[in-house]
């Protein structure tokens, strides 16, 4: 059987990724040119896809650079900010040989780097022994090894607004002081909370205020979106008209994982002709091997909360949410309860805010809670 294009996790080339072009092409020009990026989207918009393409162009042409990548969002401290750092960097930079070795252990006075051998390959391979107490030193031991290694390095630290969780001062003056002093290595911030990230990069009170290029990462287009869908469903032996798939595409606003669980089904499925009725039957399928998961998080919220999401669901998009008419549609209480219930909804994720006023995040739990 040949394998599902339409990829739900992780990246595997090109070939499986969708347009992004323009996207690519400006982020690399930015970092090429010593400009750092703050990548902000809701979740599951593709940031994560996008950064692997982007480092995969990279490689492909600057063969002698070097791209990181670190999803920090299990961390809870400039210590284990620094741990999955130097992790994911040290001793990365190259085979490590003897010269990579001696480098290493010359550099890092703060921690030890021990090598064992590959249990697969039998290749030396190298292992972090972190000093807690250290981790301010061990961070500038980084900053130095990257340095000095006089390679062009580009490392994207994913859901960089933890950082702002951290209990620890001064984090965001720390991190910034050794950037900017490292002209050979570029930074791709990205982060989905960006209330957050818009205040950690916007304001002018923290010290990354305006020290990046923003990029606001929305929806693939639809045409492209339909290029790419058609061509692997016509391999599957698939058609799928541009009626079909523009009802999908505006049913999910366009919403990249969303888009790819449906397509993924849809592949799956393989009909010669793909009809509405098939998307329908993908998506209630879909929601319902998910609603019992949705009814659990209904059970946990208070009724205000419960009440205001089902009724945000309902409504797709609401630009005045303590309107009058809004609040009586619904029978909601009263203005300050739903601004407490949007606290909640918002700080959990499950409401999002946009341009056009507020929605629910998830677009399968959106649909099935139109059905209640």
């Not at 190259?94 to 921690?111: C, E, I």
């Not at 961070?139 to 090894?145: K, T, V």
């Not at 006089?150 to 002081?177: H, M, N, P, T, W």
Request: net charge neutral; glycine share 4%; aromatic share 12%.
């Amino acid at each position: 059987m040949s394998k599902n294009p339409f990829l739900l996790y992780g990246y595997d080339g090109p070939e499986y990724f969708c347009d992004r072009e323009s996207e690519t092409k400006r982020i690399i020009s930015a970092l090429r040119n010593g400009r750092n990026i703050t990548l902000l989207s809701p979740r599951r918009m593709g940031k994560t896809g996008l950064i692997s393409h982007v480092f995969d162009t990279i490689q492909k042409k600057e063969k002698d650079s070097a791209c990181f990548y670190i999803d920090i969002f299990p961390t809870k401290s400039l210590e284990h900010f620094v741990q999955a750092l130097g992790k994911a960097i040290v001793g990365k930079m190259d085979s490590f040989g003897k010269k990579t070795a001696k480098t290493a252990f010359t550099l890092f006075k703060s921690f030890r780097v021990v090598l064992s051998a590959d249990p697969v390959l039998g290749t030396p391979q190298p292992s972090i022994e972190f000093a807690p107490q250290e981790t301010k030193n061990t961070l500038a031991e980084i900053f130095s090894y990257l340095k000095e290694s006089k390679r062009e390095c580009y490392i994207a630290i994913d859901e960089f607004q933890q950082i702002a969780e951290y209990k620890d001062d001064g984090v965001e003056a720390l991190l910034r002081s050794y950037i900017q002093f490292c002209p050979n290595v570029h930074f791709i911030f990205s982060g989905s909370k960006q209330h957050l990230m818009t205040e950690i990069f916007g304001s002018a009170s923290h010290p990354f205020y305006r020290s990046t290029e923003i990029f606001n990462l929305t929806a693939i287009p639809k045409e492209s979106y339909f290029d790419f869908a058609q061509k692997w469903l016509k391999q599957a032996g698939c058609n799928c008209s541009q009626e079909v798939f523009d009802s999908l595409y505006e049913k999910l606003e366009g919403h990249t994982w969303y888009m790819q669980r449906v397509l993924n089904a849809l592949y799956e499925l393989a009909p010669k002709s793909i009809e509405i009725s098939h998307v329908e039957q993908s998506i209630a399928q879909i929601v319902d091997s998910e609603k019992e998961i949705y009814q659990r998080l209904l059970d946990s919220m208070t009724n205000n909360q419960s009440q205001l999401l089902i009724a945000v669901a309902k409504e797709g998009v609401v630009g005045a949410i303590n309107s009058s008419a809004f609040i009586h549609k619904y029978r909601l209480k009263n203005a300050s309860s739903i601004s407490r219930a949007l606290e909640m909804l918002m700080s959990h994720e499950f409401v999002t805010k946009n341009a056009n006023g507020y929605s629910v995040y998830d677009r399968f739990m959106a649909l099935y809670l139109k059905t209640l």
